[in-house]
């Protein structure tokens, strides 16, 4: 009888190789409503921009990476609980139609087509005073966390 020696790390290793099984399978089929993998809930769409979210006591502030996208076809909305972007890259309207007939692609690695970013936030903002803009290829959008929220400073009094 052989000894095996217990390896904890393995499991993962095979937790690993069952997740790039996973991965090339919804790659294979590409079923938008079962990619599990890059999806959790977060988004939903042909691609998703990158976005980060920072808070201070006033504020969330988030960006994300939109290029190529113009403010026409980005659509925020926010409630006190949520903040939902959506937008579409449409591939080359700067071209004639006429000069991509008949285009063969070497690679091909730019996403276009619709997204939908949902974000929860932790905190209720006030929905009437968000701030968006469109710079350099990032949209900054500013949530000011509601009034009662906020930190207050609270003066002690010496008497």
Do not use: C, Q
Request: avoid cysteine.
């Amino acid at each position: 009888m052989d000894l095996i020696r217990y390896d904890p790390i393995d499991i993962l290793d095979r937790s690993s190789e069952l997740f790039d099984a996973l991965w090339d399978i919804d790659r294979w089929f590409e079923f938008p409503e079962i990619r599990f993998l890059d999806n959790l809930g977060l988004y939903e769409g042909e691609w998703s921009p990158a976005l980060d979210m920072f808070e201070s006591d006033d504020a969330y502030f988030v960006k994300v990476d939109v290029p190529g996208i113009e403010a026409k076809n980005i659509e925020i909305n926010a409630t006190p609980d949520v903040l939902t972007i959506k937008g579409v890259r449409r591939e080359g309207e700067e071209e004639d139609k006429s000069k991509k007939k008949g285009r063969k692609y070497e690679r091909e690695e730019r996403f276009y087509g619709e997204f939908h970013r949902t974000v929860p936030l932790p905190v209720p903002i006030d929905p009437d005073h968000v701030d968006a803009k469109l710079k350099d290829g990032v949209l900054y959008i500013t949530l000011p966390k509601k009034e009662e929220l906020k930190p207050k400073k609270i003066n002690v009094n010496v008497s």
